[in-house]
């Protein structure tokens, strides 16, 4: 059985559940960090945590990030996880009046394991259309990089590298 820790609590990942009224559901009003775990181990969390924080303050909203490092740690224990992805995503929580967030929100925090992906031995870029996004943070709008990966796809491309405003390489999806 797979596990996930929302807002502190281990839960089976097939009991996770969010409200429709979830503003990262509703309106990717949210963030998220993707970590790499190696060997049991989190690579580089304590940058990773300071994006995070540096998101949020961004955003204008806070989270309970009290022990995220010691409950990722266990997650990984107790799923076994010995390389692959750990993914924590942070949505501002649930209620709204239209796209104004409304006031005093409970952020809800989702920590769970990831596999990692098998790449291909030779993988191939073209470069997008798509401008990458100006912001500095993963945001759970990630349309751009969707968008991105479709169309490598459908031109037979692994991935293509998207360009900023400068022209000049910025990242892939």
């Known amino acids: 059985m ?3 820790v929302k807002n502190q609590k281990f839960l089976p990942e097939k009991q996770a559940q969010i409200s429709i009224n979830e503003r990262g559901f509703s309106f990717g009003d949210g963030i998220f960090e993707s970590l790499t775990i190696y060997n049991y181990k989190i690579y580089d969390f304590k940058n990773h ?3 995070i924080k540096r998101a949020l303050e961004i955003m204008r909203f806070g989270a309970d990030l009290e ?3 010691k409950k990722s740690l266990q997650l990984i224990k107790k799923n076994n996880v010995k390389n692959g992805i750990l993914r924590i995503s942070i949505s501002r929580g649930s209620g709204s009046i239209g796209y104004l967030p409304a006031e005093n929100l ?3 925090t989702i920590i769970q394991t990831l596999n990692s992906r098998k790449l291909p031995q030779n993988i191939s870029l073209g470069i997008s259309k798509i401008t990458a996004p100006k912001i500095a943070f993963k945001s759970m709008n990630s349309i751009p990089y969707i968008l991105n990966k479709i169309e490598a796809t459908a031109q037979g491309f692994f991935d293509l590298a998207m360009l900023n405003e400068d022209k000049t390489i910025a990242e892939t999806s």
């Open 2 to 4: 797979k596990f996930i």
């Open 49 to 51: 945590l300071q994006r």
């Open 67 to 69: 022990d995220i490092e």
């Open 106 to 108: 409970k952020a809800l």
